[in-house]
Protein backbone atom coordinates (compact mmCIF):
# COMPACT_ATOMS: atom_id res chain seq x y z
CA UNK A 1 0.00 0.00 0.00
CA UNK A 2 1.48 3.28 -0.91
CA UNK A 3 2.41 5.74 1.78
CA UNK A 4 0.43 9.24 1.77
CA UNK A 5 0.97 12.26 3.39
CA UNK A 6 -1.81 13.26 6.15
CA UNK A 7 -1.75 16.89 4.73
CA UNK A 8 -3.04 15.16 1.28
CA UNK A 9 -5.37 13.25 3.06
CA UNK A 10 -6.91 16.14 4.86
CA UNK A 11 -7.13 18.71 2.18
CA UNK A 12 -8.85 17.28 -0.07
CA UNK A 13 -12.97 17.17 0.56
CA UNK A 14 -14.62 14.26 1.40
CA UNK A 15 -18.27 14.17 -0.69
CA UNK A 16 -19.29 11.18 0.94
CA UNK A 17 -18.67 11.91 4.01
CA UNK A 18 -20.16 15.60 4.02
CA UNK A 19 -23.27 14.39 2.75
CA UNK A 20 -23.68 11.81 5.54
CA UNK A 21 -23.34 14.31 8.04
CA UNK A 22 -25.43 17.04 6.61
CA UNK A 23 -29.53 16.59 7.41
CA UNK A 24 -31.59 14.98 4.83
CA UNK A 25 -35.00 15.51 6.03
CA UNK A 26 -36.65 18.50 6.84
CA UNK A 27 -37.61 17.56 10.74
CA UNK A 28 -33.24 16.85 10.89
CA UNK A 29 -32.98 20.64 9.63
CA UNK A 30 -32.21 22.89 12.61
CA UNK A 31 -32.74 26.33 12.42
CA UNK A 32 -34.56 28.81 10.07
CA UNK A 33 -38.17 27.50 11.45
CA UNK A 34 -40.55 29.71 9.08
CA UNK A 35 -38.30 29.32 6.08
CA UNK A 36 -38.36 25.49 6.41
CA UNK A 37 -42.21 25.48 7.31
CA UNK A 38 -42.88 27.29 3.86
CA UNK A 39 -40.65 24.93 1.94
CA UNK A 40 -42.39 21.99 3.30
CA UNK A 41 -45.54 23.23 2.31
CA UNK A 42 -44.52 24.18 -0.71
CA UNK A 43 -42.95 20.94 -1.45
CA UNK A 44 -46.36 19.16 -0.03
CA UNK A 45 -48.55 21.12 -2.53
CA UNK A 46 -46.37 20.58 -5.50
CA UNK A 47 -46.16 16.54 -4.98
CA UNK A 48 -50.14 16.18 -3.95
CA UNK A 49 -50.43 18.33 -7.96
CA UNK A 50 -47.73 15.75 -9.11
CA UNK A 51 -45.94 18.48 -10.93
CA UNK A 52 -42.41 20.22 -10.15
CA UNK A 53 -42.18 23.19 -7.85
CA UNK A 54 -41.85 25.76 -10.01
CA UNK A 55 -38.97 27.96 -8.39
CA UNK A 56 -37.13 28.82 -5.46
CA UNK A 57 -33.99 31.09 -5.03
CA UNK A 58 -32.40 30.47 -1.61
CA UNK A 59 -30.07 33.20 -1.41
CA UNK A 60 -28.40 34.62 1.81
CA UNK A 61 -23.96 34.07 3.23
CA UNK A 62 -22.62 31.25 3.63
CA UNK A 63 -23.53 28.36 6.33
CA UNK A 64 -27.58 29.32 6.28
CA UNK A 65 -28.02 25.76 5.11
CA UNK A 66 -28.53 27.05 1.56
CA UNK A 67 -26.75 23.83 -0.39
CA UNK A 68 -28.74 21.60 2.85
CA UNK A 69 -32.04 23.08 2.45
CA UNK A 70 -31.62 22.31 -1.75
CA UNK A 71 -30.46 18.91 -0.72
CA UNK A 72 -33.26 17.89 1.16
CA UNK A 73 -36.09 19.36 -0.92
CA UNK A 74 -34.60 17.20 -3.98
CA UNK A 75 -34.99 14.36 -1.49
CA UNK A 76 -38.26 15.41 -0.49
CA UNK A 77 -39.61 15.96 -4.43
CA UNK A 78 -38.43 12.43 -5.12
CA UNK A 79 -35.36 13.55 -7.62
CA UNK A 80 -32.53 11.60 -7.93
CA UNK A 81 -29.65 12.93 -6.93
CA UNK A 82 -25.49 12.64 -7.17
CA UNK A 83 -23.47 15.02 -5.04
CA UNK A 84 -20.53 16.33 -6.54
Known amino acids: MAERRLSEVLTKPDAALEMTLRPSLFSEFTGQAKVKER ?14 IDHLLLSGPPGLGKTTLAHIIAKAMGANIKST
Do not use: H, N
Open 39 to 52: LEITVAAARQRGEP
